[in-house]
């Protein structure tokens, strides 16, 4: 592993960052905290399919964390990783969302400069049928 982080240890950090951006009050909520969690060229498969760039991330998070009345209530489970490079780690888990929505995540994070930070992201919704 690299720079000698044991599994267990990359696997802690990279769950307590998971799922991404739903922890405003660790992570802080400005357009500058946001983009310090993102590599410079991230971008997002939604769980409808649509591909969203950094900036349409951001600016869906900026108008979230500033409603008063936006809930946010979710539960992890599954986490599973693997290196795929130098620094670069696939982070899998599955993400319940208000008790009813559940969708398989996928997140791409590389270590840069120490700091972690998101490449790619991706969510699909799990049917019933597949449970």
Same mark, same amino acid.
């Given at each position: 592993? *690299?720079?000698?982080?044991?599994?267990?240890?990359?696997?802690?950090?990279? #769950?307590?960052?998971? @799922?991404?951006?739903?922890? @405003?009050? !660790?992570?802080? !909520?400005?357009?500058?905290?946001?983009?310090?969690?993102?590599?410079?060229?991230?971008?997002?498969?939604?769980?409808?399919?649509?591909?969203?760039? !950094?900036?349409?991330?951001?600016?869906?998070?900026? *108008?979230?964390?500033?409603? #008063?009345?936006?809930?946010?209530? =979710?539960? *992890?489970?599954?986490?599973?990783?693997?290196?795929?490079? @130098?620094?670069?780690?696939?982070?899998?888990?599955?993400?319940?969302?208000?008790?009813?929505?559940?969708?398989?995540?996928?997140?791409? =994070?590389? !270590?840069? *400069?120490?700091? =972690? #930070?998101?490449?790619?992201?991706?969510?699909?919704?799990?049917?019933?049928? #597949?449970?």
């Amino acid at each position: 592993m *690299t720079q000698g982080l044991s599994y267990a240890l990359i696997l802690a950090e990279l #769950k307590s960052r998971e @799922p991404i951006f739903h922890h @405003p009050e !660790k992570f802080g !909520k400005t357009r500058q905290d946001i983009e310090a969690q993102m590599c410079e060229e991230f971008w997002e498969v939604g769980a409808s399919g649509n591909v969203y760039t !950094k900036q349409d991330v951001i600016e869906t998070l900026l *108008t979230r964390y500033n409603d #008063k009345n936006y809930q946010d209530i =979710w539960e *992890t489970s599954d986490f599973k990783f693997t290196q795929i490079a @130098p620094d670069h780690y696939l982070l899998t888990y599955i993400l319940v969302q208000n008790k009813i929505r559940r969708t398989q995540r996928s997140t791409i =994070w590389r !270590k840069i *400069t120490g700091e =972690w #930070k998101i490449m790619y992201h991706q969510g699909t919704i799990i049917e019933e049928d #597949k449970l």
